[in-house]
């Protein structure tokens, strides 16, 4: 996320597309009516210079705030796991904030350039989408390997898994690592 909106990328499987974005603009900002609305004092000529970057973050947090239904929504819609928030602290801050419950909230101090490609803002996060992978994958092994010494519904070891299968009682089964989806929200 940046100065012009929110960028939304959609990264699973080594790939990369990209959503529609939601733009901030400045000349609009703070309309919620279908036309839009300007406002006239937020030039530079109206208010006091000092005031005026003031009123443009106020705006930009408002702008945020608002985007959390949106970008919430297309988490849910693509089943993204994971939500990784690129941009200033500040910006990504706000806007994990509002976000409701959902996917674990990731954020990543950096400023991408706009003019990146999908594929190119892919592989500028992609040892932080690494990183979340690996934790969840150990998680998971951890979760696996305490329901198996606890008596409860795991099993650790050839001989015991393969005897569960034969019974037809393998719910999930956690092997060595393999290509996973990926879900992430960058800019």
């Known amino acids: 996320m940046g100065r012009d909106g929110v960028r939304l990328f959609d990264c699973r ?6 959503l529609e974005p939601v733009t901030f603009d400045l000349a609009t900002a703070g309309s ?4 839009p609305a300007t406002l006239p004092g937020l030039s530079r000529r109206d208010i006091h210079p000092a005031r005026f970057d003031q009123r443009v973050e106020e705006h930009l947090t408002k702008f945020l705030r608002e985007s959390a239904p949106h970008v919430a929504g297309q988490a849910q819609r693509l089943g993204w796991e994971t939500l990784l928030l690129v ?18 909230i990731v954020q990543m101090d ?17 040892p932080a989408l690494d990183e979340v992978r690996a934790r969840h994958d150990a998680a998971l092994a951890v979760r696996a390997r305490d329901l198996a ?13 393969l005897s569960l299968l034969r019974q037809g009682r393998d719910a999930a089964l956690v092997s060595p690592p393999m290509p996973t989806p990926v879900r992430a929200s960058c800019r």
């Open 87 to 104: 941009g200033d602290p500040r910006d990504t801050s706000v806007l994990g904030e509002a976000l409701p419950v959902g996917p674990e």
């Open 13 to 18: 499987y080594g790939l990369a597309e990209e």
């Open 149 to 161: 010494l606890s008596g409860g519904n795991g099993a650790v070891g050839l001989d015991d898994i």
């Open 32 to 35: 919620s009516g279908e036309e």
């Open 110 to 126: 950096a400023v991408l350039d706009p003019a990146l490609s999908p594929s190119e803002a892919l592989e500028f996060v992609r």
